[in-house]
């Protein structure tokens, strides 16, 4: 099992920046891609960002250029850095964790942007 805990979404002003981290622990080993979903009410879950353990990345084409996604494997940490954050960018983040095929979810944190 993995555990994966979020922190770092709050409210904040179209424009501005958050960063939200994830904490992973349990059986971390064999952790390939790490990243971030997002849901807003009333949508389905959709991907932000993800990273594999050889640092190739995806994002979602509303998030380019704006969201950068980072992993840290020493602390067993990934991060989303959210600049100039848009009021449709208001939703539940959730941090993602794939270990041999299997998907692990945190309980998400509320990232809401004001206009």
């Known amino acids: 099992q993995v555990q994966l805990v979020e922190s770092g979404g709050g409210l904040v002003q179209a424009g501005g920046s958050l960063r939200l981290s994830c904490a992973a622990s349990?059986?971390?080993?064999?952790?390939?891609?790490m990243g971030w979903y997002r849901q807003a009410p009333g949508k389905q879950r959709e991907l932000v960002a993800t990273?594999?353990?050889?640092?190739?990345?995806n994002y979602a084409a509303s998030v380019k250029g704006r969201f950068t996604i980072s992993r840290d494997n020493a602390k067993n940490m990934v991060y989303l850095q959210m600049n100039n954050l848009k009021p449709e960018d208001t939703a539940v983040y959730y941090c993602n964790a794939v270990r041999q095929l299997v998907p692990y979810w945190g309980q998400g944190t509320q990232v809401t942007v004001s206009s």
């Open positions: 349990g059986s971390i080993f064999a952790i390939n891609t």
């Open positions: 990273m594999t353990n050889t640092r190739y990345t």
